[in-house]
């Protein structure tokens, strides 16, 4: 069964029922969160399973998909693993495709899905050039996960340990460490816990050069290993 028709027909039964899914979010965790708080144009779908064929793998290669397929394995020890599967640098937008259908309507018209490319279209040349800088060496830290989101670029281990603002004349870091969690002794980082923010933590770093190239990765770092 295609993973598209079905990842869609979930999408479309949570965006027509969106009070029946707070309804149930608020009995089973004893919350009351109401329905206009909830960025339903986030809303995805995630399949897990051990295996998937490769039609289904070729399915999921656009750039835009609110769908992921996640691979996992229970070993001998009980232990689990998850392993994302990874499209392969699709350009191509599902939107082109997805009219064909009426489920597909209601989710295209409600879901965005963004791309790095959203984000690299606000900054300048020379900012886009330190934010190419930043990522590569955050990479290099180890197993990290670049993903789009609707206000931030996240970088993520097994969380979000840091995530990236590309503004047009500067980057923002948002790391995610509490306060008095980062060892900060040029004292660069803004306490953000007490007021609105876009990233995950409480610590923000602003910057429009690579002068404190090395000190601010540093700072990454620390959260990349808490995290």
Known sequence: YSVIDQGYAYLALLLNNKADFILEYNENLNETLKKDTIDWSQSKVIFISPLFTTYQKQS???????????????????????????????????????????????????????TEDDHLSKGSEEILELYDKYKNAILNLGDVDVQPKKKYIAFINSTNFVDIQIQKKSLKFHINLKINELNDSQNIARDVSEIGHFGNGDYEIQTDNDDNFDYILSLIKQSYKKN
């Not at 656009?62 to 070993?75: Q, S």
């Open 60 to 114: 999921i290669n656009f750039k835009d998909l609110p769908i992921e397929l996640w691979e996992i394995r229970k070993y001998n020890n009980n232990s689990i693993s998850y392993t994302k599967l990874q499209t392969s640098g699709a350009s191509e937008s599902i939107k082109t495709i997805s009219n064909a259908n009426k489920k597909n309507d209601i989710v295209g018209n409600e879901i965005q899905t963004y």
